[in-house]
C-alpha cells in the first residue's frame, strides 16, 4: 500500500498493552497515516501542516498497560478530529509529530494565528 513512503514512527492500536487490533498507525516526515480493517481496508492521512492542535491522555487503564492517546485537531476537512488510541510511548509520539509539523510548516513558509471567536482561522504567510 504504502511501500514507497519512509516512515519515522508506526504502532498498531493495542489491547490490553499488546498489539492485536486491526489499526495500524504511521508517521512519515510530511503526513499521519491511520489505516483500520482486516476485510474492508480504510485508510485517513492528515497533512502534518493542517495540524492545529495536539493533546496526550492517559487514562488509569491506560497506564496499567503501559500506553496512552494523542489527539490531533486540524484543518483537515474529512478527519478534523483523530485519535491515536492506545499506543506506546504516546507522550513522546505527541512530541515526535509537534517536531515534525513544525517542521512542516517551516519548509512551507507557514504561519497560522488563533481561531477567532466567530470560528474563522487567522493565517498569514512569511512574505508579507
Known amino acids: 500500500m504504502k511501500t514507497n513512503i519512509q516512515k519515522i ?3 498498531k492500536k493495542r489491547i490490553l498493552g499488546m498489539p492485536i487490533s486491526f489499526t495500524t498507525y504511521s ?23 493542517r495540524v ?21 485537531q486540524s484543518s ?18 505527541k512530541e515526535l509529530i509537534h517536531e515534525n509539523v513544525e517542521k512542516m510548516k517551516l519548509e512551507r513558509r507557514m504561519r497560522v494565528g488563533e481561531i477567532l471567536e466567530d470560528g474563522h482561522a487567522y493565517a498569514d504567510d512569511f512574505d508579507d
Not at 508517521?27 to 501542516?49: A, M, T
Not at 483537515?76 to 509520539?93: G, H, M, Q
Open 9 to 11: 514512527w508506526s504502532d
Open 27 to 49: 508517521l512519515s516526515n510530511d503526513r499521519l497515516f491511520v489505516d483500520q480493517g482486516l476485510i474492508k481496508l480504510h485508510s485517513e492521512e492528515i497533512l502534518l501542516y
Open 52 to 72: 492545529r492542535d495536539l493533546s496526550f491522555s492517559q487514562s488509569l487503564g491506560q497506564r496499567i498497560f503501559g500506553v496512552g492517546s494523542v489527539t490531533i
Open 76 to 93: 483537515d476537512k474529512t478527519s478534523p478530529i483523530l485519535e491515536l488510541r492506545n499506543i506506546k510511548n504516546a507522550f513522546d509520539v
